[in-house]
């Protein structure tokens, strides 16, 4: 599956922020944003507010964020994402899907988040959490379905929910 986006192109008397810049403010709101008043996980993931993902993709990176009360977004560090599609209903389920899956993985995410994105050749899977965020780092080829790993329920989940946003954004 490849992570390509729309990408708007900048006019060069465009004073609006370079995309890199956009990207790092609002992967910085998703990451802060249990501090910031995130509504409460529900009883079926009382440990997992959202989920914010980061994988490596053309020269930057795609960041797939997941939150509890519903928005859900995906945006990239060279411009271009889709932003509230957790409005419709079939990417609603999947963001519900993927924090469940989580939930049931809690234990494997212990080390505490610092908000960093992965090591070169690496995903990695922050949890928010009403308490504390933490993280794991998943090998690309596990991500992308070429090598097993432990964390393969949380993986396969996060895949289908970019393709409900792809989904999404095609109609």
């Known amino acids: 599956m490849s992570l390509m986006l729309g990408r708007r192109k900048r006019r060069d008397n465009d004073t609006s922020q370079a995309p890199e810049d956009v990207y790092r403010g ?60 957790g409005t419709h209903a079939t990417v609603a389920a999947a963001t519900h899907k993927l924090l469940s899956a989580v939930q049931s993985q809690l234990a494997s995410f212990q080390r505490t988040d610092d908000g960093e994105l992965p090591p070169a050749g690496s995903v990695r899977f922050h949890v928010l959490a009403p308490t504390a965020s933490h993280f794991e780092d998943v090998p690309e080829d596990s991500f992308w379905g070429r090598a097993p790993h432990q964390l393969m329920p949380v993986i396969a989940s996060t895949q289908e929910l970019v393709t409900a946003m792809r989904e999404v954004s095609a109609q």
């Open 26 to 85: 609002l992967r910085q709101m998703a990451l802060d944003s249990v501090v910031h008043g995130l509504a409460p996980p529900p009883a079926d993931h009382p440990g997992v507010s959202g989920v914010v993902v980061d994988i490596p993709a053309q020269g930057g990176y795609a960041t797939v964020v997941a939150l509890t009360d519903g928005p859900t977004s995906m945006y990239t560090s060279t411009g271009g994402g889709t932003i509230g599609a």
